[in-house]
C-alpha cells in the first residue's frame, strides 16, 4: 500500500503563512506527479498547485504569487508554502500524488486532508 499524510493546517490570521506537507509512505518505487487540492464548505474540491517528477510547477491563478509548492524526493515529501493567507483561502487542503509502487504499478493516492481557517 501507499498512503499520503497530511500535516501543517492550522488557523492564521489574515496575512499570515503556514507550511503544509505531505509525506508518503509504503511500497514506493517512484513518486511522479504531486498536487495540492482544496474543499472550501458548499464549494466544489479545486486544484490549487501541482509539481512534476522534474519539478516544474503550475498553479491556480488564485494563489499564483502567494503559494509555492515544492518537493524532496529523497524524503517522499512534497510541501506547499502559503503566504499572504486570505480569508477566501480557508478549506480543507489535500495532497495527491501519481505513485508507481513496486507492488501495486501505477496508482493515484489521496490524503486525508488537513484544514487551514484563515481568520481574525
Known amino acids: 500500500q501507499v498512503q499520503l499524510v497530511e500535516s501543517g493546517g492550522g488557523l492564521v490570521q489574515p496575512g499570515g503563512s503556514l507550511r503544509l506537507s505531505c509525506a508518503a509512505s509504503?511500497?514506493?518505487?517512484?513518486?511522479?506527479?504531486m498536487g495540492w487540492h482544496r474543499q472550501a464548505p458548499g464549494k466544489e474540491r479545486e486544484l490549487v498547485a501541482a509539481?512534476?517528477?522534474?519539478?516544474?510547477?503550475n498553479y491556480a491563478d488564485s494563489v499564483k504569487g502567494r503559494f509555492t509548492m515544492s518537493r524532496d524526493n529523497g524524503k517522499n515529501t512534497g510541501y506547499l508554502q502559503m503566504n499572504n493567507l486570505k480569508p477566501e483561502d480557508t478549506a480543507v487542503y489535500y495532497c495527491?500524488?501519481?505513485?508507481?509502487?513496486?507492488?501495486?504499478?501505477?496508482?493515484?493516492?489521496w490524503g486525508q486532508g488537513t484544514l487551514v481557517t484563515v481568520s481574525s
Open positions: 495527491s500524488a501519481r505513485v508507481v509502487s513496486t507492488t501495486l504499478g501505477n496508482v493515484e493516492v
Open positions: 509504503g511500497r514506493i518505487f517512484r513518486i511522479n506527479d
Open positions: 509539481i512534476a517528477s522534474g519539478g516544474i510547477t
